[in-house]
Nanobody, 116 residues
Framework: QEELVESGGGLVQAGGSHRLSCTAS????????IGWYRQAPGKQRELVVT???????NYGSSVKGRFIISRNNAKKTAYLQMDNLRSEDTAVYYC??????????WGQGTLITVSS
């Protein structure tokens, strides 16, 4: 069973919106910060956004003002609302969560393709 289950990948038109979600499994407890990184073809993985358990976000500069992260702690789920998508947002998006103080849990990744 995957520890983080991601959903919402797909094909989106430039200028459009899309939403990703990331849910921690029942056996994945003690989740602190949670968020997304992404990796485009031929590029390094980069921060999209993370959010603390208290709800404080940290956005990467390339998505600030266009993406919004939220979380529902009772559902152990984070959401990423992506607006005004651009072709350069095309990437595999990886959910990541901090478990306790010393462990990171990564999702398998979900592909977002933005067509121009």
């Amino acid at each position: 069973q995957e520890e983080l289950v991601e959903s919402g990948g797909g094909l989106v038109q430039a200028g459009g919106s899309h939403r990703l979600s990331c849910t921690a499994s029942e056996r994945t407890y003690g989740i602190g910060n949670i968020g997304w990184y992404r990796q485009a073809p031929g590029k390094q993985r980069e921060l999209v956004v993370t959010i603390t358990a208290a709800g404080s976000p940290n956005y990467g500069s390339s998505v600030k003002g266009r993406f919004i992260i939220s979380r529902n702690n009772a559902k152990k789920t984070a959401y990423l609302q992506m607006d005004n998508l651009r072709s350069e947002d095309t990437a595999v998006y990886y959910c990541v969560a901090a478990q306790g103080t010393s462990r990171e849990v990564w999702g398998q990744g979900t592909l977002i393709t933005v067509s121009s």
